[in-house]
């Protein structure tokens, strides 16, 4: 019986944390479309790529491990993997945005002193 | 599978293709083509969760593959394209 409870548990908590992650992307989307300025949206997306992610990995590695009676870790790859590359498209992109608007209308802050010197 | 899990798993699935379909119209209106690049990030993200969610559903980690291919390959394609956006070409 107690097994059963535990099964329960787990099966709450994988159902709260799928839930959060999908309420997070929902929320992350929102956001997407009624910010102003590409660098005011430029934050949203990092909602569904840090917690959102964390949430959805964090219930398939605790689902499945109790479903399959071993422990599953296999998710965490896929935080590692989005861990690394999310910073580094977001960067890019900033600074493809800051080089086109720059080109384009000029309404950008200066470059940094620092950033001209070889 | 209990009672309590099938309905949030729908509801999360919900969610996710509530949220592909509003960043589509960002993807659409734009206005300025890293919008488009950052909708396309948000997109691959969202079919990501999807399927690490479908794997719960189906109890099988064998959606784990795909997942990885899919972060993977998008952050290819977002790096590349802005790496276009930055320079205008992609291999320099």
């Known amino acids: ?118 | 599978m209990t009672p309590l899990l099938q309905p949030a798993i729908f509801v999360a699935l919900i969610c996710y293709v509530l949220a592909m379909a509003i960043a589509t119209v960002r993807l659409l209106i734009g206005p300025s083509a890293q919008d488009r690049v950052l909708a396309l990030d948000f997109l691959y993200v969202n079919a990501l969760l999807i399927v690490l969610v479908l794997g719960i559903r189906l109890a099988t980690d064998a959606y784990f593959e795909v997942a990885l291919l899919i972060a993977l390959f998008g952050f290819l394609g977002s790096a590349a394209l802005a790496k276009f956006l930055l320079r205008g070409e992609v291999i320099e």
């Open chain 1, 1 to 118: 019986m107690s097994g059963d409870l535990a099964m329960w548990a787990i099966e709450g908590v994988t159902a709260l944390l799928v839930i959060a992650s999908g309420a997070l992307s929902l929320v992350a989307a929102l956001g997407f479309v009624r910010l102003d300025d590409f660098f005011q949206r430029l934050h949203p997306p990092a909602l569904a790529n840090t917690l959102g992610a964390w949430c959805a990995s964090l219930a398939s590695v605790l689902f499945l491990s109790m479903s399959e009676g071993r422990p599953v870790l296999k998710a965490f790859v896929i935080i590692f993997l989005l861990m690394m590359t999310a910073p580094i498209t977001t960067a890019l992109l900033a600074r493809a945005a800051l080089f086109r608007e720059r080109q384009a209308t000029g309404r950008v802050p200066p470059p940094l002193p620092m950033a001209d010197q070889p």
